[in-house]
């Protein structure tokens, strides 16, 4: 059993917070996810479960244990860092087993340890040699193993892929993913990618400025963003997000006028009345050209990715509504193009950026 729980988790450097009451629970054999902008304390969270670093304010517990005054040795974690940080002058085995031999452990087991961890990571045959014999990716592997020997309770990663190159990302992340399988282990991932976080995690958390915007499954957060920070975060190409004034409601549905003298038809959600301005959210993969669109623009952009194009399209004011639409589609910069909602329902917003649920 490894569970994490975070009370009320506060950090601060003099009079600046860094992390702003903080609270989730991090069940047994999970893969948290931890995501956000560069800057917004995710790598401060994980240091401070980790107990290299301080906490202000708030309680941790590692399987119902509180952990705020046990030095970072002794909570059983072990953490991969985004620079490897490998003794050079230490061979691959040496380096995996560094850890056990300071902790006494003989050297047969010792040994074992190591081929084991080898074995999961496909290093055997690279043991003896130095770090800088190796390439990025398989020192990345090694600064893992050194993780896996200790038979940590739970597998804290800082942003382990972003030394990485695009193509060998994509292999570790699916790597990370079988591991995470093969050892059954709690693993705590800190990333800024969402590409990362979504392909990766169980649960993923939303962090912003020390604060926890959102939790929940990568569906979860794709589907039902809590909040415009959260859409637009999670997705690539990104959600659009167009501002509009409700101008009618009847029925289950109301009418939306948006920029450039479009308008959209949605169902109307409780709470929602004419005059309202709101945020609408469009999934790029959600819309398209379509006769009986209402939303008229002008194609300005096209980008031909071959296994989709990508469509900017201006609305005569506001941001460009991006459209992700099949490589055959027929379209071409100076269009004139009606949009509809082909797939899906709109997310609709309050001014406050809170998304407005449906009943
Ligand atoms: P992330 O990992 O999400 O990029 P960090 O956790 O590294 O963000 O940093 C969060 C914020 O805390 C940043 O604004 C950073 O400048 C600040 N910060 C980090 N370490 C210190 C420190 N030792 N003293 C003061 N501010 C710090
Ligand atoms: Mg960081």
């Given at each position: 059993m490894s569970t994490l729980e975070l009370r009320n988790i506060h950090k601060s450097y003099g009079a600046v917070n860094?992390?702003?009451?903080v609270n989730l629970s991090v069940h047994d054999r999970e893969f948290v996810v931890l995501v956000g902008p560069?800057?917004?304390?995710k790598s401060t969270l994980l240091r401070m479960i980790a107990g290299l670093e301080e906490i202000t304010g708030g309680e941790l517990t590692i399987d119902g244990e509180v952990m705020n005054d046990v030095s970072a040795d002794a909570r059983g974690l072990a953490m991969v860092f985004?620079?490897?940080?490998?003794?050079?002058?230490?061979t691959v085995s040496e380096n995996m087993g560094f850890a056990l031999k300071l902790a006494k452990v003989p050297e047969s087991e010792r040994n074992q340890k190591i081929l084991k961890a080898a074995k999961i990571l496909q290093l055997e045959h690279l043991l003896e040699r130095k770090p800088k014999q190796l390439s990025g990716g398989q020192r990345q592997r090694v600064a893992i193993g050194r993780a896996i020997?200790?038979?940590?309770k739970i597998f804290l990663f800082d942003?382990?892929?972003?030394?990485?190159?695009a193509a060998l990302r994509v292999q570790m992340r699916i790597e990370l993913a079988e591991l995470h399988r093969r050892l059954n282990a709690t693993m705590v991932y800190v990333t800024h990618d969402q590409v990362e976080a979504m392909t990766m995690a169980d649960r993923i958390v939303v962090l912003r400025d020390g604060v926890i915007e959102q939790v929940g499954t990568p569906l979860e957060l794709y589907n039902t963003p809590a909040n415009t920070f959260v859409a637009g975060f999670i997705g690539s190409p990104k959600m659009n997000l167009i501002e509009a004034r409700v101008i009618e409601v009847e029925g289950g549905n109301a009418k939306l006028f948006i920029n450039g003298g479009s308008t959209l038809n949605v169902a109307a959600r409780p709470g929602l009345n004419v005059g309202d301005t709101l945020t609408v959210g469009l999934r790029p993969e959600s819309i398209g050209p379509s006769e009986t669109g209402t939303v008229t623009g002008v194609v300005d952009v096209v980008e031909h990715l071959g296994s989709e194009t990508l469509c900017y399209i201006n609305l005569g004011s506001g941001p460009l509504l991006t459209a992700k639409l099949d490589?055959?589609?027929?379209v071409a910069v100076g269009d004139t193009m009606k949009v509809g909602v082909l797939k899906g329902k709109p997310i609709l917003f309050a001014q406050s950026g809170e998304a407005l649920r449906d009943r």
């Open positions: 860094i992390i702003k009451d560069s800057g917004c304390g985004q620079s490897y940080a490998l003794y050079p002058h230490m020997v200790r038979q940590p942003e382990p892929l972003s030394n990485l190159d490589s055959a589609a027929p």
